[in-house]
């Protein structure tokens, strides 16, 4: 098993600029989760999803979307990159342990 | 309001010396609560839960629903244990969903 796998490892974008960070889990976990992880911030949730065609916000929704189609893959779109989005993004899967991916580390200049 | 808070950034502390990571919440039902660790260059991964009452890598932690804390206590610190903590709480039973304290930095020295 992979696990949570998360692409890409970094990223720079320009302020307005859109992406989508992909996480994919083959674990079969219904719940998965977006997290971005800032110094004396600790980790704070984006978004998360109970399964597939459930998504719903957390602490920190603005700025970001998401979708889930399947039961594997929960993409993270960010529509118009702003500088305060730099950070290291984490998503992770599982009901009653959660099971993290590597990190995508994010620049926006 | 569901609130973990971990008052301290950094802890520093020497080999051998006991070590007691704070951890605070504020919630209104019964928590469930966790620490996780990442230690440098690895994932974030689950340390203990209070629910199992477990002892891992020589840690433990108590539920004190008193002083609503979870402190997480090593009484001989090792230089592996060297790594960033997190406590985090549950809301509720039927999602995954966690909200996570600051976290705290263990520096152990030589």
């Known amino acids: 098993n992979a696990g949570v796998t998360q692409t890409p490892k970094f990223q720079v974008l320009k302020t307005g600029q859109s992406m989508t960070l992909q996480c994919a889990q083959d674990m079969n976990h219904e719940y998965m989760s977006w997290y971005r992880q800032d110094p004396g911030m600790g980790l704070r949730l984006i978004h998360y999803?109970?399964?597939?065609?459930?998504?719903d916000q957390g602490e920190v929704p603005n700025g970001y979307n998401v979708s889930r189609s399947t039961t594997e893959d929960f993409p993270l779109r960010l529509l118009s990159a702003a500088p305060s989005q730099t950070s290291v993004y984490f998503c992770?899967?599982?009901?009653?342990?959660?099971?993290f991916g590597p990190g995508t580390r994010l620049t926006v200049t | 309001a569901q609130r973990v808070t971990q008052p301290e950034k950094l802890l520093s502390v020497f080999k051998g010396a006991p070590v007691e990571l704070k951890c605070n919440y504020s919630y209104s039902g019964s928590p469930e609560l966790f620490w996780y660790v990442q230690y440098s260059r690895q994932r974030l991964q689950l340390l203990l839960r209070h629910i199992s009452r477990e002892s891992i890598k020589g840690f433990t932690a108590d539920l004190n629903k008193g002083e609503t804390s979870f402190h997480l206590k090593k009484p001989f610190a090792q230089e592996e244990d060297s790594a960033m903590y997190y406590c985090a709480l549950r809301p509720l039973s039927n999602t995954g969903k966690l909200i996570f304290g600051q976290g705290t930095t263990l520096q152990v020295k030589p």
């Open positions: 999803s109970v399964g597939a065609g459930i998504t």
């Open positions: 992770a899967s599982g009901h009653y342990e959660q099971y």
